[in-house]
């Protein structure tokens, strides 16, 4: 069977299991998209190949230190962890061993997880120049990341360990990967399925040729059942633990 390769490709297969070309489906096609786009967010932000470790180098600006805050990037759905010199002061973030290891921190983890040893064999050597006693918290709705000890002072740089969600851009690797991962087809089958049914419930009762009669309810009540077993298949087998995105 050949591989899906976009988002038409997963609707059109999605159509295909609830019965079409033989049963007209009545979803409009921009209806099929929201359904998958909720299906592919779920997928992005909480599944655990939704996302990768990233070391992320930042220099406070004159705005980050008026608002006390930190605003990230909106595919940085955690952090995990904040890296800085064990002294405050702008001379130690400039030292040269700081800017080195960040370096080769960038290096060793932009590709992807299978240098996760590696990496850490450098975090030990980060460790002996970085203190690690700044305690944050990460609100992954506003993007902002707020520092509970230590001030926020423009010029001053830290390192974030933190994971990046991995977007299905069409035409890519990692989109072949997760248009064609068994959980999201029957996901976004269940999800537009359920819009079907919703759809067809206003003319429920409604006689059909052949002695038929519309029954949307049942449509939609059995998406609904589709879909709560496998998002709970999806936290029991997929779901990064819920302590992973607290700081």
């Known amino acids: 069977m050949a591989k899906l390769q976009s988002v038409d490709d997963l609707r059109d297969y999605a159509y295909r299991k609830l019965g079409a070309p033989k049963i007209e489906i009545q ?16 997928f992005v932000e909480r599944h655990f190949d939704g996302a990768e470790e990233k070391f992320i180098s930042i ?11 930190l ?4 595919d940085i759905v955690a952090v995990t ?3 800085e010199p064990g002294r405050y002061s702008s001379e130690a973030m400039s030292d040269v061993r700081y800017r080195i290891m ?9 590709v992807n997880m299978q240098y996760y040893e590696i990496t850490m064999e450098h975090l030990e050597m980060v460790n002996s120049y970085f203190r690690l006693d700044r305690t944050f918290t990460f609100n992954k709705g506003s993007h902002r990341l707020y ?28 989109a072949l990967d997760v248009f064609n991962d068994e959980w999201i087809k029957k996901y976004a089958t269940a999800q537009i399925k359920q819009q079907w ?6 003319f429920d009762g409604m006689p059909l040729p052949g002695g038929i009669t519309i029954n949307g309810q049942q449509v939609w009540d059995e998406a609904k059942e589709e879909i709560d077993k496998l998002e709970e298949e999806f936290s029991l087998n997929y779901e990064l633990p819920a302590n992973f995105i607290v700081g």
């Not at 960040?102 to 932009?110: C, P, S, V």
């Not at 926020?152 to 977007?167: D, Q, T, V």
């Not at 049914?197 to 206003?202: L, P, T, V, Y």
């Open 59 to 69: 220099e406070f600006t004159a705005d980050d230190e008026t608002n006390e805050y």
């Open 27 to 42: 979803v409009d096609d921009t209806q099929a998209y929201d359904r998958i786009d909720d299906a592919l967010q779920l």
């Open 81 to 83: 962890r904040i890296y």
């Open 102 to 110: 960040a370096d080769e921190m960038f290096d060793m983890t932009k």
């Open 71 to 74: 605003t990230l990037d909106d």
């Open 197 to 202: 049914g919703a759809n067809m419930k206003q």
């Open 147 to 174: 520092s509970h000890s230590g001030k926020i002072i423009e010029g001053n740089k830290i390192l974030l360990r933190a994971w990046k969600a991995l977007r299905p851009d069409e035409g890519t690797s990692y």
